[in-house]
């Protein structure tokens, strides 16, 4: 488990991380969002021990970083910023790792393979392409077959066959009971692995809560309705109390008013029904109209 507990970070007079406080549990995948600028890798480079945090502590499986005797068999990290020596072949790299943090050597070749990267064990790192080097990156948060995950964007530089294996890697990592935290801005990735979400944005918390609860509680939900005769409809909705918006496509956008309550209407009135469907919001349009939204501070 990763338990953050009121960690807040100064620089000068800016503040980047603001009393921040969730938890990160077991056997789940954990979406990690905010805008750019919200303090997501000031907040895990604190997790991991990389920054000191003013007030406040995070630990993960009740300690502080710092106290993990052989940290990479505690945590496996990956941060947009960490690189490895480009002159060093891909086995190389991850031997020296597994070293100094007494991993058995035979773990180098089980990650290489796990990554897809074994024909690749002797060649340089600075000849790797983009999507190899994440690889090799994973590769390195796996050494240690771990309990506990973090991942700062993981997806950069994969092709569509990588993200999908990624996604079905911390899938089943999750299932297998560890702890899996993951930061990303692709919504659409995050929306099909995450189960939880921890959005923060100006370094303070909004929202704590499953994926499922924070569409429902901060995404929009309406009926698209189409009929060949719009207006006379849109009197009738308009009667009802429902707040309407004319799509570019000519279609009626209704809120306020469930799709069996417009269809008995709509009888009613003898208005004919091309179209009858309930619609909800994306991730990525709940994450845009709640980050955008200056006086947010729900917490959930």
Not at 243 to 250: K, N
Request: neutral net charge.
């Amino acid at each position: 488990m990763i338990d953050v507990q009121n960690l807040t970070k100064r620089y000068g007079q800016h503040t980047v991380v603001d009393g921040l406080t969730f938890t990160v549990r077991p056997g789940t995948v954990t979406g990690f969002l905010g805008p750019n600028g919200a303090g997501k890798s000031t907040t895990l480079r604190m997790v991991l021990g990389l920054t000191r945090p003013d007030t406040g502590c995070a630990t993960v499986e009740g300690r502080a970083y710092h106290e993990l005797r052989y940290p990479a068999r505690h945590v496996g990290a990956l941060l947009e910023t960490s690189a490895p020596h480009r002159g060093m072949t891909a086995a190389n790299h991850l031997l020296w790792l597994a070293q100094s943090n007494r991993i058995a050597r035979k773990r180098v070749g089980e990650v290489l393979e796990t990554v897809g990267l074994t024909a690749a064990a002797r060649r340089r790192i600075g000849t790797f392409s983009l999507g190899m080097g994440q690889r090799l990156g994973l590769a390195a948060a796996l050494l240690g077959d771990p309990p506990v995950l973090v991942l700062d964007e993981p997806v950069n530089g994969l092709d569509a066959e990588g993200i999908r294996w990624l996604r079905e890697l911390l899938r089943s990592m999750a299932a297998e009971g560890r702890t899996v935290l993951v930061s990303s801005h692709l919504m659409t990735e995050m929306s099909m692995v995450a189960d939880q979400l921890v959005v923060i944005n100006r370094g303070q918390l909004l929202a704590e809560t499953g994926m499922s609860e924070f569409i429902q509680s901060h995404g929009r939900t309406y009926v698209r309705v189409r009929t060949s005769e719009p207006l006379r409809l849109n009197t009738e909705l308009e009667k009802k109390g429902a707040a309407l918006r004319l799509a570019p496509d000519g279609s009626l956008e209704v809120d306020g008013m469930p799709a069996a309550e417009i269809s008995r209407l709509a009888a009613a009135s003898g208005l004919p029904l091309e179209e009858l469907s309930t619609h909800t919001a994306s991730l990525e349009d709940t994450f845009l109209k709640l980050t955008s939204d200056e006086g947010s501070n729900t917490h959930v």
